[in-house]
């Protein structure tokens, strides 16, 4: 599984991957997967991105009050052999005087397996923490308290 996008839509997760499927007539197929819940985010999977909003804000040379009322919005992820993988995440900040949130991207920045990297490697690796965090909450990691309901609701 290669995740190319995690989102949060209010109680809304997205995450989209690509996979490599195996096919007897054509071999291996890229397939591009979306997955869509309204299930409770595990409080890890949470975390992982709440803790790169300052990450962010630093790559934006941002000073920290800046994440007063910032939250995640999604991070986009790319890959490839030469740059390593590429990322672009993005904030969304709630206006005073205006029914419309203040969006923020950092700039794609890529990871280069080369050392030639312009993505600071405290953001990476939050990053990849949200990824695992992504790839465990698809695989079936959820809330504490919707995992315990949903047993009750399968044992009645």
């Known amino acids: 599984m290669e995740v190319t996008k995690v989102k949060f839509e209010g109680e809304r997760t997205i995450v989209v991957f690509s996979q490599t499927l195996e096919n007897d007539k054509t071999g291996k197929v890229e397939k591009e997967i979306t997955f869509k819940t309204d299930s409770p985010r ?7 991105a709440e803790e790169l909003l300052p ?33 672009v995440c993005t904030m969304l900040k709630d206006l005073e005087s205006i029914n419309a949130p203040f969006v923020m991207n950092t700039p ?16 990476r ?20 308290l919707f995992a315990a309901g949903a047993e009750k609701a399968v044992a009645a």
Do not use: W
Not at 55 to 82: I, M, Q, T, W
Not at 125 to 144: H, M, P, S, T, Y
């Open 108 to 123: 794609h920045l890529h990871n280069a397996e080369d050392g030639n990297s312009l993505m600071p490697s405290a953001y």
């Open 55 to 87: 990450l962010a804000l630093s790559v934006l040379k941002l000073p920290p009050e800046y994440k007063d009322g910032l939250r995640f919005c999604s991070v986009s992820l790319s890959y490839n052999d030469h740059q390593g993988m590429g990322a």
């Open 42 to 48: 595990h409080q890890d999977f949470t975390k992982a």
């Open 125 to 144: 690796n939050q990053i990849e923490r949200l990824v695992r965090e992504a790839e465990l909450f698809v695989g079936g990691k959820r809330d504490d």
